[in-house]
């Protein structure tokens, strides 16, 4: 039986409202924390929990607390990125479109953590109803007393507000984030200096996925030793996965780090298995930066070992046998899809988000929309498969922000783990130019290509 | 998206005036800036869904910023409309997730219904279509939105059901509607 640490009252009725979250048990962390607990004691707890970033990157959530500059006086803000974008993700939506009192129990508490006084959730402009929502319990939290001046009697005053964006899916980059919070394009900010020293309108700034913060409450309720003994590992704790694609039951789970990828995908308490019962081609376990995994990776590991939902295991092998466990975006893939057509897709994706502060990403994403496109659509010439891998690696590291290593590991991905697809498209353009978009009937194999292995 | 010379006329009234200053109450006295983006959403709502440039001084003149200021902003990001569109705005995600439960296929019937291509609006300016980027509904694929709202789990049906609540008139784009 899994653990339920985020999701645990999501099925009682009128949870969404102030009444209902507060009758069961809501805002305790805030009472236990300012009453009892020092600030630094509190970022001891989340220290001890090994809580790590769902956004992603997988930092531990502690340390990234401990950076933030106090020495210098200057106020410090907690932000909490809802700007969910990455495909596959849509568990940040989930918690706050359903349970938003959680998100802001957890702002609270984080923010006398770490000493705020004006904290902010930065959600995409997209979820505007979700914007409202949050708008609404924000307005809840100030009439009941737990935001506002002099909260509990304690002298400390915190007020926390909602901000919107508008579409832009490189304001997930931290310091894009905060450009875009000072009311400007979302363009990223070359670090140092962290925005734990010089942040938003350069304050020390922390920024931290809306997920781990909602984890906040349960780890200063029941401390921080009670969280870490879930999990396997580093990876302790739940952890949200939203399942999308070719699965049975697509949706969000709480899940104990540390199941394997075969119950997750097969039971039928999670994913039930695939789609019309077609078999499984791909998968990609977080979100479309993270490299695919062909069939024969998913449910065991290169080493033969059993793959777990853990940040460790499923980065097993590197990207060379391995992926990612990224933000949770559990995308299936059966056999009717077109991994060229897919890979083309997020190029496009890349292409389109893409900020166009530094060349490698602005230019090279375009080109491999391009390149890809074109072998898509069966123009495609031999070369252009090598000439992919060419682009990909100049882009990979040579950007400020991530934005251009998550643009190339899919292409990267896709090339090392399906070249003879690849390699099929160029050279029976024919056949491919007479398909469905995504192929109704499953890709054709054919027996004579043989993959050349990819060196990297 | 190019810059649209037609004309928009510009209703900065109480209702919105209020809401403004609401937002603007979120944010520092000297740091009135960073509600920039908030208030563009709440002025375009009220102005037919875009911003011309008349509109977008008006706000530079509300924040007390230079225009240029805005319109770097507006043409950063995508929900801005620079040009007039439609008024109900189908915008179907088409990335990998939605893609392969057939979200372009049911893109593509959605504007041979309307005798539109992507990216166009219908003679009587009621509809226009377009593929946007990943929403966050992968879960819930195909899917649009429209407004302030998303519309999941769609179909060919679903569609022609849409299509026609949007002509009868019944279908709210940015109200505000929580259902407890």
């Known amino acids: ?456 | 998206m190019e810059i649209s010379h037609a004309k928009q006329v510009i209703n900065i009234d109480a209702k919105l005036t209020d809401r403004i200053n609401e937002l603007l109450s979120h944010y520092p006295d000297d740091k009135k800036k960073s509600a920039l983006l908030p208030v563009l959403h709440e002025v375009q709502d009220a102005h037919d869904n875009w911003l011309s440039i008349e509109l977008q001084d008006k706000v530079a003149e509300i924040l007390g910023i230079k225009p240029i200021e805005v319109y770097e902003v507006v043409s950063f990001y995508t929900m801005y409309n620079q040009k007039p569109i439609g008024k109900y705005m189908f915008e179907f995600c088409r990335t990998s997730c939605c893609a392969i439960r057939g979200a372009e296929n049911l893109m593509e019937y959605t504007c041979d219904k309307l005798g539109v291509k992507e990216g166009e609006t219908t003679a009587d300016g009621l509809f226009t279509v377009v593929g946007v980027e990943c929403l966050g509904a992968c879960g819930y694929a195909p899917m649009l939105q429209l407004g302030d709202h998303y519309k999941e789990h769609l179909n060919k049906e679903k569609v022609d059901a849409l299509i026609d609540d949007c002509r009868a008139g019944k279908v709210q784009l940015h109200k505000l509607t929580i259902t407890e």
């Open chain 1, 1 to 456: 039986m899994a653990t339920k640490i985020l999701l645990e009252h999501i099925n009682v009725p009128g949870i969404k409202t102030y009444e209902v979250y507060r009758q069961q048990g809501g805002y305790r962390s805030v009472e236990k924390a300012l009453k009892a607990m020092t600030p630094d004691e509190v970022v001891e707890e989340v220290k001890t929990s090994g809580l790590r970033g769902r956004g992603g990157a997988g930092f531990p959530t502690g340390m990234k607390w401990s950076f933030i500059d106090k020495k210098s006086g200057k106020p410090r803000h907690l932000v909490c990125n809802a700007d969910e974008s990455e495909p596959g993700t849509f568990k940040d939506r989930f918690l706050m479109e359903y349970i938003p009192h959680l998100l802001i129990e957890g702002m609270i508490t984080s923010s006398y953590a770490l000493g705020c006084n004006l904290s902010y959730i930065y959600i995409r402009g997209e979820y505007m109803w979700v914007f409202h929502i949050l708008e609404k319990a924000i307005k809840e939290a100030y009439a009941a007393g737990w935001l506002g001046k002099n909260i509990m009697g304690t002298g400390w005053d915190l007020d926390l507000h909602v901000h919107c964006g508008a579409g832009a899916y490189i304001c997930g980059e931290e310091t894009a984030l905060i450009e875009s919070l000072e009311g400007k394009r979302g363009n990223p900010r070359i670090k140092p200096p962290f925005p734990a020293v010089s942040g938003l309108w350069a304050n020390p700034t922390v920024v931290n996925n809306v997920e781990s913060i909602s984890a906040v409450p349960w780890i200063v309720n029941n401390t921080g030793a009670e969280y870490a003994k879930i999990g396997v590992g580093r990876s302790t704790g739940t952890k949200l996965f939203s399942a999308s694609g070719h699965c049975k039951n697509p949706g969000v789970y709480e899940i104990d780090m540390g199941m394997t990828v075969d119950e997750f995908m097969n039971s039928d308490e999670y994913l039930g298995g695939m789609m019309d019962d077609r078999p499984l081609k791909g998968l990609i376990p977080g979100g479309s930066s993270v490299p695919i995994l062909p069939s024969h990776l998913i449910f065991k590991t290169a080493a033969g070992e059993d793959r777990l939902m853990t940040y460790e295991s499923l980065a097993d092998g590197g990207f060379a046998t391995g992926s990612s466990l990224g933000s949770g975006g559990f995308i299936v893939y059966n056999d009717t899809a077109c991994i060229v057509r897919n890979t083309w897709n997020f190029s496009r994706f890349y292409h389109h988000e893409s900020c166009g502060q530094c060349s490698p990403c602005r230019e090279g994403t375009g080109w491999m929309e391009k390149v890809l496109h074109r072998i898509e659509n069966g123009h495609g010439r031999e070369e252009d498969i090598d000439l992919l891998w060419d682009i990909q690696r100049k882009i990979e590291g040579n950007t400020i922000c991530p934005l251009g290593d998550a643009a190339a590991w899919p292409v990267a991905a896709a090339i090392r783990h399906f070249r003879d697809e690849f390699e099929y498209h160029v050279r029976f353009p024919e056949k491919i130019k007479n398909r469905d978009h995504f192929v109704n009937e499953p890709f054709e194999k054919v027996k004579h290509l043989v993959a050349r292995p990819v060196v990297i």
